[in-house]
């Protein structure tokens, strides 16, 4: 089984509406990020969390909202998508205590915003 | 801020060739950690190495080998007798410890390599 995964996979929306992108891990990692992807921009962090209590906004943030229900999982949501949305979404983990830095990335969530 | 520059935003070679993706950093860390990932068409991210600032040995894995020069603010990565097999789009990235390692991956745009059979 993978060890971070992402649902959905994929995803069409149209604009306006509200959707959730989740991330759950099985790394036992403290630390979680959400990124986006766009054709020749690489990745741009949107939002990550140290732990449970912790929340913090990325480069990208605006139009965003994340929450951390528990330390395996960090959804993302945007509360009403709009076309420029449209992008693949990766979540990440890493582990303060480990090998520093290296962060884990699911799959990725492709969205498109109709 | 941090910053990562891949110049290079599309490398086509013949299979067998060798190629060398630039990557050029900016940092006002003392201790970071510089990556490369792979991303093969089927989109996923694919961990390739990690390289703290204090280490500037070059490394050599396989096919592959990482350049890492403090001086010049680079760490290029080679392929050794391409294969079609790696043609992917291949991401440099950097964290600095200043923020105590834990916000986030800054990457380069990305350079899409084609390796033609």
């Known amino acids: 089984d993978a060890d971070v995964t992402q649902t959905p996979r994929n995803r069409i929306t149209k604009t306006g509406k509200r959707i959730m992108l989740e991330c759950s891990q099985t790394?036992?990692?403290?630390?979680m990020y959400w990124y986006r992807q766009d054709p020749g921009l690489g990745l741009q962090l949107i939002y990550y969390s140290f732990d449970v209590k912790d929340i913090n906004k990325g480069e990208i943030s605006d139009g965003y909202s994340v929450s951390r229900q528990a330390q395996a999982k960090f959804s993302l949501s945007l509360e009403s998508a709009i076309p420029n949305q449209t992008a693949l979404y990766f979540c990440?983990?890493?582990?303060?205590?480990?090998?520093?830095?290296?962060?884990?990335f699911g799959p990725g969530t492709r969205l498109t915003v109709l | 801020a941090q910053k990562v520059t891949q110049a290079q935003t599309e490398i086509s070679v013949v299979e067998k060739e060798d190629v060398t993706l630039d990557c050029v950093y900016e940092t006002r860390d003392t201790t970071y950690y510089l990556f490369w990932y792979k991303q093969p068409p089927s989109g996923e991210l694919v961990f390739l190495i990690r390289r703290n600032s204090f280490d500037e040995q070059n490394e050599i894995s396989g096919r592959y080998s990482w350049n890492f020069q403090k001086s010049t603010s680079s760490f290029n990565f080679t392929i050794t007798a391409s294969q079609v097999v790696d043609s992917a789009v291949y991401f440099c990235?950097?964290?600095?410890?200043?923020?105590?390692?834990?916000?986030?991956?800054?990457f380069g745009k990305g350079t899409h390599l084609i390796i033609q059979p």
């Open positions: 990235a950097l964290i600095g410890d200043s923020g105590g390692g834990a916000d986030g991956l800054t």
């Open positions: 990440a983990t890493s582990d303060s205590s480990g090998s520093h830095n290296e962060q884990f």
């Open positions: 790394k036992g990692h403290d630390r």
